[in-house]
Nanobody, 126 residues
Framework: QVQLVESGGGLVQAGGSLRLSCAAS????????MGWFRQAPGKEREFVAA????????DYADSVKGRFTISRDNPKNMVYLQMNSLKPEDTAGYYC???????????????????WGQGTQVTVSS
């Protein structure tokens, strides 16, 4: 049974930082590209960042470029999202997802992801 479990969310002031973690189990982690998405109340789920199966390729939404960094630790089956210079508009539930689409593949399309975590809430106060 595949499980993706996010952690690290919380309440932070604007300009602050948080590091989200996603622990994967029940899958061969190195076969999967990983992504982070977010969803605010009343809004559609949106792409944040993605990383290929060995970390050689990354992709970011324009809104987070230069502020967020995605990384992965394959021996630990972990993926991370370092979030710096947080803004109130970053407030959302953040979701980890896994996609098996091939080597070096990264995707911003949520429909291309096979597994999802339950999410962790990030709230940025002004």
């Amino acid at each position: 049974q595949v499980q993706l479990v996010e952690s690290g969310g919380g309440l932070v002031q604007a300009g602050g930082s948080l590091r989200l973690s996603c622990a994967a189990s029940g899958l061969t982690f190195t076969w999967y590209g990983m992504g982070w998405f977010r969803q605010a109340p009343g809004k559609e789920r949106e792409f944040v960042a993605a990383i290929s199966w060995r970390g050689g390729r990354t992709d970011y939404a324009d809104s987070v470029k230069g502020r967020f960094t995605i990384s992965r630790d394959n021996p630990k089956n972990m993926v991370y999202l370092q979030m710096n210079s947080l803004k109130p508009e970053d407030t959302a539930g953040y979701y980890c997802a896994a996609t098996i689409r091939g080597a070096n593949y990264v995707s911003a399309n949520p429909e291309e992801y096979d597994y999802w975590g339950q999410g962790t809430q990030v709230t940025v106060s002004s």
